[in-house]
């Protein structure tokens, strides 16, 4: 083996000295400096011969076939007489302080692309937070940066790092579905910074602002960009109206069906049908639902204001929109119930953002599909610890598509 180790030239400037198997099984290749080629600076760049020291550095590199290899690589400190520094030789196969080769590292960043990074580290036998860093080392390279250049239209949404604890918030280019900014919190303060980031000239470029009801954002959007139009999801209010409307009406008729305990049941059990869309059901579904629907006039007529107030945000006009609204609103207030009223009343102050859709006719299903592989990425994980490698995973997700 070791006559064919020493064919190798797998380490530019240098050569197989001598190739032993450990006892664990893995490789141990001992190398030599090539005497045919000068040693680099490692400041400059240039030919230098004048060796301060050398030190020997042990380093892993990619598996060959099914066993592990280990490099015992001499490292010299150059005195170099082009630019007077005294510093440690350019290896070009690796780094400076590496203790993983080039070759290596670019396995582990195809690897961590594909596989969470528990199976990485069981496949490659390093150690989690060194995959991690070179991981997040990958991702800065390409979105590590803050480019908003050509954005007109935003989508602010925000999701849980930790359910109930703690919250972050992602922003979005509406246009191209490109994750711009993500950082922790959803406060008016833990937004600002991104509002810093766009800057003045950016600000005055967004035209409209897709979010949630949420008091903080539409707030802070409202001091930064004064000219921007704020349009309100229509996923968030519609999952808003089930969790405040459908659910409480659902409850409360399911309690007045106390002495027909069949009857009951088959009300508490309904949640979901009545909170699917429609063309989501099955046949059998549909059945259930309309033979629900037909027997309680109270869900119907809930079920009915859930399907009503969608539409309005796909009027062909503000006008159009106003007029939808005008008859949900008085068909929601007309209906005598309690739960149904005091939402419609609440709505009422919002009307100008859900009649904004009309202009800027945003696609719900953006926040729906960022919040959903959110989920997918941090079950992946089973969690994560640095929440800046986390919101990089985010923006790999959500790279844009090409306008």
């Known amino acids: 083996m070791q006559d064919v180790m020493s064919c190798l030239v797998f380490w530019e400037g240098h050569v197989v000295q001598s190739c032993c198997e450990q006892s664990d099984g893995s490789l141990l290749i ?35 076939f099914d066993r592990r290899v280990w490099l015992h690589v001499p490292v010299r400190r150059m005195d170099c007489y082009h630019c007077g520094a005294r510093v440690t030789e350019r290896i070009g196969w690796l780094s400076r302080h590496a203790r993983l080769t080039e070759r290596l590292r670019v396995w582990v960043e195809t690897l961590a692309e594909l596989l969470p990074i528990a199976h990485v580290a ?49 922003v979005m280019d509406a246009q191209t579905m490109r994750v711009l900014w993500v950082g922790e919190g959803n406060s008016r303060e833990a937004i600002r910074p991104f509002f810093a980031l ?17 008091t903080a954002f539409d ?4 001091q930064h960009c004064p000219q921007a139009e704020v349009v309100y999801d229509l996923f968030h209010v519609v999952a808003r109206f089930g969790r405040e409307v459908v659910d409480r009406v659902r409850v409360d008729q399911a309690n007045a069906l106390r002495e027909q305990p069949v009857a009951r049941q088959v009300i508490k059990r309904s949640r979901w049908l009545l ?27 809930v079920y009915l204001l859930k ?45 100008r953002g859900i009649l904004a859709s009309a202009i800027y006719p ?19 994980a089973y969690g994560f610890r640095d929440s800046a490698y986390f919101f990089l995973k985010i923006k790999a997700v959500f790279p844009g598509k090409t306008r």
């Open 198 to 214: 766009l800057g003045k000239e950016g600000c005055r470029q967004i035209e409209a602002v897709a979010m949630d009801m949420n």
């Open 122 to 170: 069981k496949l490659t036998g390093l150690h989690w937070h060194t995959i991690k860093e070179i991981d997040k080392a990958r991702l800065q390279r390409p979105f590590g940066n803050f480019e908003v250049r050509g954005v007109r239209c935003l989508v602010m949404d925000e999701f849980a790092l930790h359910k109930g604890h703690r919250y972050a918030t992602v």
């Open 30 to 64: 001992k190398l030599s400096e090539d005497p045919t080629r000068d040693a680099r600076c490692g400041a400059c760049g240039e030919s230098c011969t004048l060796v301060h020291e050398r030190t020997w550095r042990q380093v892993r590199e990619r598996d060959w």
């Open 219 to 222: 707030l802070e959007v409202r």
């Open 275 to 301: 909170l699917r869309n429609h063309d989501n059901l099955s046949a059998e579904q549909a059945v259930k639902l309309d033979d629900l629907l037909a027997a309680n006039a109270p869900l119907a007529l």
């Open 307 to 351: 399907t009503a107030l969608k539409e309005i945000w796909f009027a062909p006009s503000v006008r159009n929109g106003f007029r939808q609204w005008r008859s949900w609103y008085r068909m929601a207030i007309d209906s005598g119930l309690p739960a149904v009223v005091l939402f419609a009343r609440r709505l009422r102050k919002y009307l």
């Open 362 to 380: 945003m696609n719900s299903s953006i926040l729906e599909g960022v919040n959903n592989k959110i989920k997918v990425i941090k079950r992946m």
